[in-house]
């Protein structure tokens, strides 16, 4: 891919990236899109997070995106298992990577090609978020009893329109809104980090793990 090679100098310099010969980590996803605004994604780890060996970054980027960064998302141990999954949008047929740093500075991507496009210019109309609910959030638990000492999964969702400026009717006196953070903690110790933007789709939803060890406060930002 002729995208690829400045996007990687930009966000890695000359670092090596390893192919995924240690099944480090995966990314999941329909290689035709229905929707080009709203393509569900999985990056996966497929290594356990501990104290000596775990990732601890995992960039999301749709190659020919106007803006490809799609989200960085920081892990910890405590995040019990590094994987997240989301909605992206897609502006043209492109590559999905997604790159994982591991604590030790190595370096690992998994990749797809995706044929959708349109998602970043579609309308913003139908993302219409009234705005007493702008920003509200809600958490979903897979189980509906938490277990201590392994991951648990959980759903955050959050109403925002998640606007693109590129969008046809988008008003151009307008300064779009769109997430640029979500913080994730238990007890204090950092769960999830993400850094994110217009790449994910309308109503941002992300689906993650963490490992509490007791009881406590899960808390989202």
Same mark, same amino acid.
């Given at each position: ?80 298992? &590094? ?11 492109? #590559? =999905? $990577?997604? @790159?994982?740093?591991?604590? !030790? /500075? ?58 693109? &400026? ?11 809104? #769109? =997430? $640029?953070? @979500?913080?994730?903690?238990? !007890? /204090? ?33």
């Amino acid at each position: 891919s002729p995208y690829w090679g400045p996007i990687k100098q930009l966000m890695f310099g000359d670092r090596v990236i390893n192919p995924d010969e240690r099944d480090v980590v995966r990314v999941y996803l329909n290689m035709r899109a229905d929707d080009a605004s709203t393509v569900p994604v999985a990056v996966k780890s497929q290594i356990d997070q501990t104290d000596k060996d775990y990732i601890k970054s995992i960039y999301l980027i749709v190659e020919r995106n106007p803006s490809p960064t799609a989200g960085v998302f920081q892990f910890t141990p405590s995040s019990g298992r &590094a994987q997240v999954e989301t909605r992206l949008r897609f502006e043209d047929f492109s #590559f =999905v $990577r997604a @790159v994982a740093e591991m604590n !030790d /500075g190595k370096l690992y991507m998994s990749q797809r090609w995706v044929k959708a496009a349109g998602g970043c210019s579609a309308p913003n109309g139908k993302n219409f978020v009234p705005e007493a609910f702008l920003g509200k959030m809600k958490l979903r638990f897979d189980d509906e009893t938490i277990s201590y000492g392994k991951p648990n999964l959980v759903q955050l969702m959050i109403r925002h329109p998640n606007e693109s &400026a590129l969008a046809s009717d988008f008003d151009a006196e307008k300064v779009p809104q #769109f =997430v $640029r953070s @979500v913080k994730v903690s238990f !007890d /204090g110790r950092p769960v999830m980090d993400a850094q994110v933007d217009f790449s994910l789709s309308d109503n941002p939803n992300f689906r993650f793990y963490f490992n509490p060890q007791s009881k406590g406060e899960l808390k989202i930002e």
